[in-house]
């Protein structure tokens, strides 16, 4: 590996709404328990939008800000105590972004080693910068909070999202059979993803809870687009058993259809680690699992093909925001 240059490019926003404004840092020096990354991907997710507008208050990210929760790229150096990694390592992680911490839309970031895997092998960087935020998010509801298993059926709201599509492949990879609410353009790819689909426009949720369940409901219903979905994925838990979880449950809902049910919530809040300092290593070893599960074909990113650069971000941010993305986006930072 060449050295290590001293110092990087970053693109700062100032102010809620402001531009992004390339600026000159010096490359940081990796403290006891970090890892020095040279970023070569940079995802971008709709939380990412939001701060730069202003609206994530509960990231706690405060302006001048360089964003970015999601990276992938190549380990530079390592701080003390670090043994799981080392110069050359190709990592992917959600490491930065939020709570002041620098995040990925730099050509360098010294990063929590803990929040780090090792990258798939058989993923791109782009691939690999797609997954971690949406990846952990799927997984903690999925696996940490429902316990999902085989002869389970599972209901992803959302199921061809960011977040939905992944949690319609884990959910698959664990045995359950599972279910899809998606418009009528994402049919064919919800049922690719190896879900049923089912057109949440044309079916209401009483139909297909009768439909599919002979009127019992779901063992697990995800939620990951929160407002009315959340409300309608109480009335579809199975009776007694059925665990409900939201990735965006935010507002104030009536729990009556729950409880009526006799069924359990959980909210998944993917940032706490990385807000609180607790728990980070949990993420670090969602992502290895996750890194067995693609390269066992399991899981698979849907990346938008559209191409951008540290140049070209504020575009990536435009489609973002409005909703005009086929896959996640993603930002190629440096090259190889």
Known sequence: MSATPTTMQVLAVNEANGPFVRVERDVPV????EVLVRVMAS?????????RAGKGGHARH?????????????????????????PGDEVYGMTGGVAG????????????A???????????MREAAALPLIAITAWEGLVDRAKVHAGQTVLIQGGTGGVGHIAVQIARAHGATVYATVSEPHLELARSLGATPIDYRKHAVEDYVTELTDG???????????????DA?????????????SCLGWGEHKLAPLSFRGATYSGV???LPLLTGKHRAHHGEILREVTRLVEAGQIKPLLDPRTFTLDTVAEAHAVVEAGKTAGKIVVEVSHA
């Open 101 to 112: 911490v620098q995040g990925s839309l730099a050509e360098y970031a010294a990063v929590d």
């Open 269 to 271: 809040f993917t940032l």
């Open 43 to 51: 995802g971008v997710n709709p939380l990412d939008t939001k701060i």
């Open 216 to 230: 019992e409901g779901f063992d697990i219903v995800y939620d990951t687009v929160g407002g009315a979905t959340l």
């Open 30 to 33: 990796p403290a006891a328990g």
């Open 233 to 245: 994925s109480f009335q579809a838990a199975r009776v007694y058993e059925g665990h409900v979880l």
């Open 114 to 124: 803990r929040l780090l895997a090792h990258k798939p092998r058989n993923l791109s």
């Open 62 to 86: 405060p302006f001048p800000a360089v964003l970015g929760l999601d990276l992938a790229g190549v380990v530079e150096a390592v701080g003390a105590s670090v043994t799981a990694f080392k």
